[in-house]
């Protein structure tokens, strides 16, 4: 398996990447069984990995080696072309990892394969990694009772940093997928009449979506007036008026990986107020991305953003600045004056700044992508931003 390739003949997966960081890492293999590193490590994505957590899929990956990767046995037999192929049909997808080995039932007969393999591996007086966050307690224990010798630790960091780094492919899918949220939501909210309620507005950006190639929806919130100051409201059948502020914050999945844009905009004509205070969050914002160098400190961004708020007169009451992104919406690092991590070349982040008003909510985020130089804001399309006003 020394070129995994998706099925564009493009490298989602940085193999030489993942081979060093575990050989580099003092495990005898990795244990991954999240959606997200399942996803990176095989190849294979579908919605069921996080809809049948029952049914687990599990990649084991040895520090010497090939990766196997183990799943529902009706799925595995699918793919072999042996057994029932009317039960399943076609998928859109398969794995990368050539060594699969079906399991029968739920998480117990995936325990009973997973410690075959690792005994095939030689894995018996050693530490393995694993998700701490994400292997459930049962598949644990179950570990722990067949192997009693195999050492449990967390493998949570080397996993983070595997998926650090975005490979071409990955860039390219995240650069196309934001900016199709960027420019739906600028064109529905763009077009927002008064008397229209907020699940009509989401119910027209859902469609256009869907239309740039949408599989899923990872967050959905859209709110006005004293809703928007909820933390993170859902659309509701509450009817906009004509100088309300419309909160969004948006983002679909394709092929597993998340999308997050957040825009602001009046139905009519902003007032002055509303134009001042957009106006003066965007200049922060644009300041935190010109400052984003390789190396600089998460903390350094989180503690800048503040700066700027109060050289511009706001009072900080927002809370993260940013985070990366990939195949999930938050991804190390996060920018918070407590995250001394460094940026690194090729990270993909989310810049995101906001402030809440009493009955309304300012919210800017755009996609940028950290090159050698510095940041490009992939989502904003033109040099300077303004309040989206619906002129209808």
């Not at 967050?219 to 409201?233: I, N």
Request: negative net charge; aromatic residues 6%.
């Amino acid at each position: 398996m020394a070129d995994i390739r998706n099925p564009d003949g493009d490298a989602y997966l940085d193999v030489g990447r993942v081979r060093r960081l575990v050989a580099e890492s003092g495990f005898a293999a990795v244990l991954a069984v999240s959606q997200e590193n399942v996803t990176y490590l095989s190849g294979f994505y579908h919605p069921d990995l996080r809809a049948s957590p029952e049914r687990p899929h599990l990649v084991l990956w040895p520090a010497s080696g090939d990766p196997v990767f183990v799943v529902p046995r009706a799925r595995g037999m699918h793919w072999a072309g042996q057994g029932d192929q009317s039960f399943i049909g076609p998928e859109e997808t398969r794995p990368l990892i050539q060594d699969v080995r079906p399991y029968d039932g739920e998480h117990p007969g995936m325990v009973r394969v997973a410690v075959e393999v690792l005994r095939e591996l030689g894995i018996r007086d050693a530490v393995l990694g694993v998700e701490l966050r994400s292997l459930p307690l049962k598949i644990s224990r179950d570990l722990s009772r067949l192997l009693p010798t195999v050492r449990q630790e967390d493998a949570g960091p080397v996993l983070d940093a595997m998926r650090a780094i975005k490979s071409p492919a990955e860039v390219a899918l995240m650069t196309e997928m934001n900016r199709a949220t960027a420019e739906c939501l600028e064109f529905v909210l763009s077009s927002v009449r008064p008397g229209e309620t907020e699940l009509q507005i989401a119910g027209r950006l859902t469609s256009a979506l869907w239309e740039r190639g949408a599989h899923a929806f990872a967050h959905t919130t859209l709110a006005t007036g004293r809703r928007s100051t909820s933390w993170h409201p859902v659309p509701s059948g509450q009817p906009v008026e004509q100088g309300m502020l419309i909160r969004t914050d948006w983002g679909i999945r394709i092929d597993g990986y998340v999308s997050d844009v957040a825009r602001n905009a009046v139905v009519g004509r902003a007032s002055a107020t509303q134009r001042d205070r957009f106006a003066r969050i965007s200049e922060a914002h644009d300041t935190v991305v010109d400052a984003i160098r390789p190396g600089v400190l998460a903390s350094d961004l989180s503690a800048m953003a503040r700066r700027e708020y109060k050289r511009l007169g706001l009072d900080y009451n927002w809370g993260i600045v940013g985070h990366s992104i990939g195949l999930l919406g938050h991804e190390a690092p996060l920018l918070l004056p407590d995250v001394h991590e460094p940026v690194l070349e090729g990270m993909m982040l989310e810049i995101e700044l906001g402030y809440f008003g009493d009955d309304e909510v300012y919210h800017i985020e755009d996609l940028v992508h950290v090159t050698e130089d510095g940041a490009v804001n992939i989502t904003q399309r033109l040099p300077g931003r303004s309040l989206i006003e619906s002129l209808y």
